[in-house]
């Protein structure tokens, strides 16, 4: 998985070191979606949901998703109560394998 295609064919907005960061987390994640039936990692699906598994990571991490106050400024989360990024970043994948038939069909 390049950066060259997050950001060119995914459309994605995270810098290069960003991507980087969430990366091996995203890949390992698709990768176990898609343990049972197999992972072709050279099926632009399967880039496509690392690379949204990536942008989830990096914006939740992989716990639980919540909202923080500094100050006057507060930010809340807008996903339900109990959200983890990780549920997140499954949501993200499973709608860029799509019919793929690699996502196996237990997590649904």
């Known amino acids: 998985m390049t950066y060259g295609f997050y950001r060119d064919s995914f459309g994605g907005s995270l810098s290069?070191?960003?991507?980087?960061e969430s990366l091996p987390l995203?890949?390992?994640?698709?990768?176990?979606?898609?343990?049972?039936?197999?992972?072709?990692?050279?099926?632009?699906?399967?880039?496509r949901a690392v690379c949204a598994a990536a942008d989830a990571f990096a914006?939740?991490?992989?716990g639980e998703v919540g909202g923080f106050?500094?100050?006057e400024?507060?930010?809340k989360n807008y996903a339900s109560q109990q959200t983890t990024g990780e549920e997140l970043a499954t949501e993200a994948a499973l709608r860029e394998l799509g019919l793929s038939g690699m996502a196996f069909?237990?997590?649904?």
């Open 26 to 47: 995203a890949e390992a994640h698709v990768r176990w979606l898609c343990a049972l039936r197999g992972a072709d990692d050279a099926c632009e699906a399967f880039r």
């Open 105 to 108: 069909t237990g997590v649904c």
């Open 73 to 75: 400024f507060s930010v």
């Open 69 to 71: 106050q500094i100050g």
């Open 16 to 20: 290069e070191a960003a991507f980087g």
């Open 59 to 62: 914006e939740y991490g992989a």
